[in-house]
């Protein structure tokens, strides 16, 4: 593994609509673990509840309030604020404000922003997002295992 320093606007970055995330450290870079910084849109559904078989998913807000539900408790979370999420815990966040919010994410091991990249370049590629028949077949894919 390579050491890396990246400005605040350096690194690689995908969008999907107004919601970005930008790769600070991903698989190709080491296998340990992949580390994101995402601005969330307002009114970001987020992700499907799902759980990793595998993954450590971690979170910090960084700006706004992000909504987190962690096993059947759902909270808003305003900036500081720190989720651990074990493998095998069904989970999901949101921003349904009207500001933007901004996410922090470790995973480890790296592989699941991998997703991300593919969500990505589908709805780049047909002008829209994912439909759940699409989005079942990435995550099949990934340690994400919609519930």
Same mark, same amino acid.
Request: proline letters at 12%; glycine letters at 8%.
């Given at each position: 593994?390579?050491?890396? $320093?990246?400005?605040?606007?350096?690194?690689?970055? $995908?969008?999907? %609509?107004?919601?970005?995330?930008? *790769?600070?450290?991903?698989?190709?870079?080491?296998?340990?673990?992949?580390? @994101?910084?995402?601005?969330?849109?307002? =009114?970001?559904? %987020?992700?499907?509840?799902?759980?990793?078989?595998? @993954?450590?998913?971690?979170? *910090?807000?960084?700006?706004?309030?992000?909504? *987190?539900?962690?096993?059947?408790? @759902?909270?808003?979370?305003?900036?500081?604020?720190?989720?651990?999420?074990?493998? =095998?815990?069904?989970?999901?966040?949101?921003?349904?404000?009207?500001?933007?919010?901004?996410?922090?994410? $470790?995973?480890?091991?790296? =592989?699941?922003?991998?997703?991300?990249?593919?969500?990505?370049?589908?709805?780049?590629?047909?002008?829209?997002?994912?439909?759940?028949?699409?989005?079942?077949?990435?995550?099949?894919?990934?340690?994400?295992?919609?519930?």
């Amino acid at each position: 593994m390579k050491p890396m $320093i990246y400005g605040p606007e350096e690194g690689e970055m $995908i969008s999907l %609509g107004p919601t970005r995330t930008r *790769f600070l450290a991903q698989q190709s870079d080491t296998q340990q673990l992949s580390v @994101t910084d995402s601005v969330l849109a307002p =009114g970001f559904p %987020g992700p499907v509840p799902h759980r990793h078989e595998h @993954t450590l998913d971690v979170f *910090f807000v960084v700006e706004g309030t992000v909504t *987190f539900r962690l096993e059947g408790e @759902t909270r808003e979370l305003p900036a500081g604020s720190f989720v651990l999420v074990p493998p =095998g815990n069904v989970h999901t966040f949101a921003n349904p404000g009207d500001k933007p919010a901004r996410l922090l994410n $470790i995973m480890a091991p790296a =592989g699941l922003e991998q997703y991300l990249k593919e969500v990505a370049a589908v709805a780049a590629k047909s002008g829209r997002p994912p439909d759940p028949r699409e989005m079942a077949e990435i995550a099949a894919r990934y340690d994400f295992q919609p519930v």
